[in-house]
């Protein structure tokens, strides 16, 4: 294993394409998650710096989207913490996690079909809008002015990630691939701190790829967002991320830059098997 | 020709999301309200009120109510004829012990309190779903019509377990009771039909209907989104409630003047609501406007046809009207399964292109 993420644990570091990268911003200790019998995480520690690109990267089945899922505040763990902006995490419900500021996608696309595009992506900025009801139902005041404000910020994002031409079409009517970007476009209206992707590349072809990669390059790079980000495509990975987390069977067997993972030799068995001669 | 927005340019948000973002739909809504407060009061007779005005008008604000519920929230309920008589009993109690209040305020505490009621059953919401939670909120249908014909506190111990609707007065006008003129009852009617779609309207374009239509669509993602399921779920309750009281006391003081729990206000009053909401269209407040209109003026439509217009014996008439509407309601789910709504949003399509479609 690399020791790579011993050296750079606390304070920041600088990429190798000379990116300067915060302190620790999420730090997974210990997590071990059961499902009855099945252990589906067991003792993962991992962290996430302040404006990294992290992706967590395995084999089917190696416990990568149940991570996410612990992450967004689907799980709870049995055993280990979850730390967040240096304080202990309790047990939260989904929605107090999106109000700290972390926000996701998801791999079979859950957006809001009954919706249109904006509307879905309006979605993303509830944690914000805090108007009672009666001030809603008159229209006026708060109510109207929050709606206006926060219109305002979502209109940005759409131009963003050029979805502007498709504003006001119901979501169940777009491509896949659209579909795709108008989720991240849901997850960036929240104006998360930490961004978790789980594969925002499946199914696409080169072309999409390519379109994902750059937006997901861009809000990085443009908003300063902290992006954990799990998918099969290796190209991509290795491409995009800062630091790479290896899973198997629920442990941990790699951690590290790119470069180091992809010379680690558990990384090597797990992908491509071991040979018993 | 008509729905056309080429050269309506909005340059501000308040422009672009309000109800009737197109000129034509926007005087249209216009010319239907001015008609609805300005003309018909002055041609209205009792027959048309009864049979037709009335019953639709107080129907509209309960479908209006039970589409926040099921067709926003995704919530199916099956007591609402329970909660209409919540806001009627809760009416009914506040006209005999406060007789000085003005009965406007009286309907408007009867919805309150149908609201909390509705909060009450809403609360098994949270731990189930879909047919299941169908099956939970009949349970306060029937609960609800026991309490109403078992606790005599209720009917004020009148001896017949009736509950009857004393005089009262808007202005000066009576409202209520036997000395009530038509087109008063119909302009209070229409002020709470009015006021309900406007408020309905605006909750469901801003940050609550959102949040109602992201627990429908999917409850998960609506969660990681910011959405707490506990406190959409039961807004939703209490709005739709509150509607559905507001119109079981319209019904009950306004139209009937009188009603007794089991027959006004039982199983029958839930689908019969339900099918307008399914039939006019769910997620829809326009829908609940037309599911309301097609059930109530059918029926009438139909008796004058058959037994006008054929010369058929009203008992044959009355048996094949149920059946008649039965069949159409059928075909017309399958025909159409959005509902109404849908049919309307079709038809503004076509029409934005009409007379020259390509």
Redesign the interface.
């Known amino acids: 294993m690399s020791d790579n993420s011993q050296d750079i644990s606390q304070g920041g570091y600088t990429t190798v394409d000379g990116r300067k990268i915060g302190g620790v911003m999420m730090e997974m200790k210990n997590i071990t998650l059961r499902f009855g019998g099945v252990v589906a995480i067991s003792d993962i520690s991992f962290n996430i710096h302040e404006g990294e690109i992290r992706a967590i990267i395995g084999p089917n089945g190696a416990g990568k989207s149940s991570m996410l899922n612990v992450i967004s505040g689907f799980y709870n763990p049995q055993e280990g913490e979850v730390w967040f902006h240096g304080a202990k995490r309790p047990n939260m419900r989904p929605y107090q996690v999106a109000e700290q500021g972390i926000a996701r996608t998801f791999q079979n696309i859950a957006l809001f079909e009954g919706m249109s595009v904006l509307d879905n992506v309006m979605t993303g900025r509830l944690t914000k809008m805090k108007s009672g009801m009666f001030a809603q139902a008159l229209w006026k005041g708060k109510a109207e002015q929050e709606e206006f404000e926060n219109r305002e910020v979502v209109e940005k994002i759409i131009d963003f990630l050029e979805i502007q031409a498709i504003r006001k079409t119901p979501v169940a009517r777009l491509p896949y691939g659209l579909k795709k970007r108008v989720e991240l476009a849901r997850a960036l209206a929240a104006e998360p701190k930490l961004l978790l992707l789980d594969e925002p590349m499946a199914g696409m072809n080169v072309e999409e790829k390519e379109d994902m990669s750059r937006f997901i390059l861009d809000v990085n790079d443009e908003f300063g967002t902290t992006i954990a980000l799990i998918e099969h495509d290796m190209g991509v990975v290795m491409d995009l991320s800062d630091r790479v987390v290896v899973m198997d069977y629920g442990r941990k067997i790699g951690d590290g830059t790119p470069a180091e993972v992809l010379a680690n030799q558990d990384v090597i068995d797990a992908y491509l098997g071991v040979s018993h001669d | 020709m008509f729905y056309r927005e080429a050269g309506d340019f909005k340059t ?3 422009d672009d ?1 309000q109800t009737f973002p197109i000129k034509f739909d926007r005087y249209r809504y216009y010319l239907v309200l001015a008609v609805a407060f300005g003309v018909i009061p002055f041609i209205i007779n009792d027959y048309w009120a009864n049979a037709v005005l009335l019953p639709f008008l107080i129907y509209a604000i309960a479908a209006i109510g039970l589409n926040i519920l099921v067709g926003y929230a995704g919530q199916v309920s099956l007591g609402s004829g329970g909660f209409m008589a919540v806001g009627a009993y809760a009416t009914y109690k506040l006209m005999t012990s406060f007789p000085d209040v003005n009965i406007f305020f009286h309907v408007i505490i009867a919805g309150g309190i149908t609201a909390l009621v509705g909060v009450m059953f809403g609360l098994p919401s949270l731990r189930i779903k879909g047919f299941y939670l169908a099956v939970s909120t009949l349970a306060a249908q029937f609960f609800l019509v026991w309490l109403f014909n078992r606790v005599p506190w209720f009917y004020n111990y009148s001896a017949s377990g009736q509950i009857s609707s004393p005089e009262r007065t808007v202005f000066g006008y009576a409202v209520t009771g036997p000395n009530a003129e038509t087109w008063v009852a119909y302009l209070f009617c229409l002020v709470f039909v009015t006021i309900s779609a406007i ?1 309905a309207r ?2 469901t ?4 209907g ?2 109602w ?2 627990i ?3 409850d ?10 506990l406190k959409a779920k039961l ?1 939703a309750f209490a ?1 739709s409630s509150f509607f559905i009281g507001i119109a079981g006391a319209l019904f009950f003081a306004v139209y009937l003047g009188s009603a007794e729990v089991g027959d006004t206000f039982g199983t029958t009053k839930s689908f019969l609501l339900l099918f307008m909401v399914i039939i006019g269209g769910l ?1 829809s407040i326009f829908g609940s406007f037309a599911g309301a209109a097609f059930l109530v003026v059918l029926p009438v439509l139909l008796k004058n046809v058959l037994v006008a217009g054929l010369g058929w014996p009203t008992d044959t008439a009355a048996h094949l009207e149920i059946l008649i509407i039965g069949g159409l309601i059928i075909t017309f789910l399958i025909a159409e399964p959005h509902g109404l709504a849908q049919l309307w949003r079709v038809a503004k399509e076509k029409l934005r292109l009409w007379p020259f479609p390509h």
């Open positions: 501000t948000y308040a999301s408020i605006n909750l374009r801003g940050a609550s959102r949040r239509m992201a429908r669509d999917m998960i993602a609506a969660e990681i989104i910011g959405v707490n399921p807004t709005v997620g």
